[in-house]
């Protein structure tokens, strides 16, 4: 693509159209709104002017509440998230709420001539993107760009889609009195594997640095998450959310279940489905007798989840935790109940003897004890016997990174 600074200054004045050009010596006063400059106006943030749904029913595409728009568009449009060239851009990304299948488009009010990059379209319809084709659709499009043909299908697709065709039934839960089920799929099937090609056109907008998983490996397991809802007495589902889990060998001879991709859409977010897709891939790997679960580079907000989830967990497992003994042995024996790694076992253990001293129920000994043990574990850590030869210095040095871990924690348990 163009450097778009470069390409504005190539641009001749008898290229652009309708452009009103700011008189010169005109003169400036702080109650002024400063016009916006020529990038400015044919520029356009692409967050912003992207608009993505999930279509239900007909009213859903003409009702803006229902839309929703990307976290991250850098690894499409570049570092700035920008798109030059339009002013007054929209595009529409619409999905069939259940296969997922997209209607995209693109207005705006008027386009900067004499460009020579693609268009915004191009540029999102080839980024290895798997867009999805169905009998409905003209065969050879992997989308449509008409309204009437995307209005045509939509119904028919959402009646005729069932969860079972992609693989088995895990759990179904509640929120709110909606109905939620999670399915689990090996990639080696193919309409596992089609379908999945879908989902992953939403990586590139809400996960950072994100990168398609490859579907040539079998190992790979799918869970899909979808909401049951009732239209017109018909049974039908909508797509929510999904994970990637690979397993892989472990010395000497057991797995580890390492999650790779994991997202909620934006509309059903805050609700406790991600702990409950969670919890669904805990249970895999208990199924599996895989040794523990861990996380290819989580986010905060995923550590935030997980961490809820797995001190949720470790309370039913742990009724005595003043008395425990944080050795080998027993982050070893909590592993095997919960396949939760050694670092987690040790933040839900600080996490309930915070939340038992928050409570006011243990006496000054101990809250100093722990706070010496967890002192002992960020000295070590954190090397700071090397890094920092002055003792005073290591000591407030100390005391920082514990007051911090002590926040960190406070705003974990305050989710609860």
């Known amino acids: 693509m163009s450097d778009p600074k470069k390409m504005i200054k190539e641009i001749k004045d008898d290229n652009i159209k309708n452009i009103e050009v700011e008189e010169e010596g005109r003169p400036q006063t702080d109650n002024m709104i400063a016009e916006p400059t020529f990038e400015e106006e044919y520029s356009s943030n692409a967050n912003s002017v992207i608009h993505l749904k999930l279509v239900r029913d007909r009213e859903d595409i003409y009702n803006d509440e229902t839309t929703f728009h990307p976290l991250y568009t850098h690894q499409i449009f570049g570092e700035d998230e920008t798109i030059v060239g339009y002013k007054g851009l929209r595009i529409d990304v619409y999905y069939v709420a259940s296969t997922l299948f997209p209607y995209i488009s693109m207005k705006y009010d008027s386009q900067m001539l004499g460009r020579d990059d693609k268009d915004p379209i191009h540029i999102l319809t080839k980024q290895k993107i798997t867009w999805t084709t169905h009998e409905a659709i ?54 596992a594997q089609k379908y999945h090609e879908r989902v992953q056109t939403f990586v590139l907008f809400f996960i950072d640095a994100s990168s398609y998983i490859t579907d040539d490996d079998t190992r790979w397991e799918v869970f899909f998450v979808f909401e049951k809802y009732k239209n017109v007495d018909k049974v039908k589902y909508g797509f929510v959310g999904y994970t990637t889990v690979y397993p892989f060998y472990a010395y000497p001879d057991t797995t580890r279940v390492r999650i790779s991709q994991f997202l909620i859409l934006p509309s059903f977010q805050r609700k406790g489905i991600g702990r409950r897709l969670l919890q669904s891939v805990y249970d895999y790997g208990k199924s599996i007798n895989c040794m523990e679960v861990c996380v290819e580079d989580p986010s905060i907000d995923f550590q935030m989840m997980r961490d809820l989830t797995d001190l949720e967990n470790y309370k039913q497992v742990e009724k005595d935790v003043e008395s425990v003994k944080f050795n080998e042995q027993y982050w070893k024996g909590i592993r095997s109940k919960l396949r939760i790694n050694k670092e987690q076992i040790q933040r839900c253990y600080d996490l309930l003897m915070l939340e038992k001293i928050r409570s006011r129920k243990m006496s000054e000994e101990f809250v100093k004890n722990f706070r010496l043990f967890v002192k002992a574990r960020l000295f070590r850590i954190f090397d700071l016997a090397h890094v920092i030869q002055d003792k005073n210095e290591r000591i407030k040095r100390l005391d920082e990174l514990y007051k911090e871990v002590e926040e960190e924690y406070i705003k974990i348990l305050d989710k609860q």
Request: charged fraction near 20%; hydrophobic fraction near 30%; proline fraction near 6%.
């Open 138 to 191: 003209p065969i050879g499009h992997s989308f449509t760009n008409i309204m009437q043909e995307f209005e045509s299908c939509f119904q028919h697709l959402n009646d005729n889609f069932t969860p079972t065709s992609l693989g088995q039934h895990v759990n179904t839960h509640e929120v709110d009195d909606r109905v939620f089920e999670v399915y689990r799929a090996n990639i080696e099937s193919p309409a």
